[in-house]
């Protein structure tokens, strides 16, 4: 059974910051890419950002400049720290992370999503 376990959402003023944590525990194999969607009321989920294995990030035009994504590959976590929030950013946080399993199947996997609120 793999879980991804999200941490680090709350409540916060505009122009502050958060940090998300999410750690992925279970029976796989290995974890490939990683990464962060959102979904507001009424919207769609969208991609926050990403990371490889390898450490190339991608981020939604929305974020850049104001987050970073990392990872800690020893410890199957990837991190998403957010600055300068905007009370647009209001939304449920999705970790998702692409496994491999001893099978070497490979899934992706969500997990329960975390509300960040930004009060303006």
């Known amino acids: 059974q793999v879980q991804l376990v999200e941490s680090g959402g709350g409540l916060v003023q505009a122009g502050g910051s958060l940090r998300l944590s999410c750690a992925a525990s279970?029976?796989?194999?290995?974890?490939?890419?990683m990464g962060w969607y959102r979904q507001a009321p009424g919207k769609q989920r969208e991609l926050v950002a990403g990371?490889?294995?390898?450490?190339?990030?991608n981020y939604a035009d929305s974020v850049k400049g104001r987050f970073t994504l990392s990872r800690d590959n020893a410890k199957n976590t990837v991190y998403l720290q957010m600055n300068s929030l905007k009370p647009e950013d209001t939304a449920v946080y999705y970790c998702?992370?692409?496994?491999?399993?001893?099978?070497?199947?490979?899934?992706?996997?969500w997990g329960q999503g975390i509300q960040v609120t930004v009060s303006s």
């Open positions: 279970g029976n796989f194999f290995r974890v490939n890419a």
């Open positions: 990371i490889t294995s390898f450490g190339s990030t």
């Open positions: 998702n992370a692409e496994l491999t399993y001893y099978n070497y199947r490979r899934e992706d996997s």
